[in-house]
């Protein structure tokens, strides 16, 4: 069974950064795609970002594109969201997803081909 678990967000000031880390189990190294999305209050989850474990592509929302960085580390089983440049359109919940399965980079950001979700982690940006 694949768990994902976040590390703590936290409170930025606007043009801050912020760094969220995902620990996953269950994964055969270098397999699959982890990804994040975030939830902001009366919205959909929305893509962030995703990267496949096997070959490092990955993929980004306009929305960060450029400001925001995942990574990966396949020896610690963990994958990092770098965020900078951040604003308070970027306060939401962020959830780190993951599945067995290494898809394409235009199905990256569909949210129904993660199986796994973590508990969500608050990042709020604020003066």
């Known amino acids: 069974q694949v768990q994902v678990a976040e590390s703590a967000g936290g409170l930025v000031h606007p043009g801050g950064s912020l760094r969220l880390s995902c620990v996953v189990s269950?994964?055969?190294?270098?397999?699959?795609?982890m990804s994040w999305f975030r939830q902001s209050p009366g919205k959909e989850r929305e893509f962030v970002a995703a990267?496949?474990?096997?070959?490092?592509?990955?993929s980004y929302s306009g929305a960060v594109k450029g400001r925001f960085t995942i990574s990966r580390d396949n020896f610690k089983n963990t994958v990092n969201l770098q965020m900078n440049s951040l604003t308070p359109d970027d306060t939401a919940v962020y959830f780190c997803?993951?599945?067995?399965?290494?898809?394409?980079?235009?199905?990256?950001?569909?949210?129904?081909?993660?199986?796994?979700w973590g508990r969500g982690t608050q990042v709020t940006v604020s003066s």
């Open positions: 269950g994964l055969a190294s270098r397999s699959g795609t």
């Open positions: 990267i496949r474990r096997s070959d490092g592509k990955t």
């Open positions: 997803a993951a599945t067995s399965r290494n898809w394409i980079l235009s199905d990256m950001n569909d949210k129904e081909g993660y199986e796994s």
